[in-house]
């Protein structure tokens, strides 16, 4: 499984962006999906996350109330809406996906650049 991330850039804070993250295989609706993040000079954490039916979704502290994830299984792809941004959501983001019959993600794609200015 191979997962190529896009759509991170520079936007201003209270701003959104909409990364996405397209997978490549035909089990793509067997598979568990979750957005990291790793900001300069700190260690990797999760965001979000969504299991492998789109049915149900998790989300850190940091990202309730103002991120939506999705999965359309159709197009092999996991969306991260990202609303109301703030300087703190400034970090390379990257999208992971996690086989329903593993306890950890698997595959991670290469990451995309997000960049909130103040």
């Known amino acids: 499984v191979q997962l190529q991330a896009s759509g991170g850039g520079l936007v201003q804070a209270g701003g959104y962006l909409r990364p996405s993250c397209a997978t490549s295989?035909?089990?793509?609706?067997?598979?568990?999906m979750g957005w990291f993040r790793q900001a300069p000079g700190k260690e990797r954490e999760f965001v979000s996350a969504?299991?492998?039916?789109?049915?149900?979704?998790y989300y850190a502290d940091s990202a309730k109330d103002r991120f939506t994830i999705s999965k359309d299984n159709a197009k092999n792809t996991v969306y991260l809406q990202m609303n109301s941004l703030k300087s703190e959501d400034t970090a390379v983001y990257y999208c992971?996906?996690?086989?329903?019959?593993?306890?950890?993600?698997?595959?991670w794609g290469q990451g995309t650049k997000i960049t909130v200015s103040s």
């Open positions: 992971a996906a996690r086989p329903a019959t593993k306890h950890q993600y698997t595959y």
């Open positions: 295989g035909r089990t793509f609706n067997m598979y568990a």
């Open positions: 969504i299991n492998w039916s789109g049915g149900s979704t």
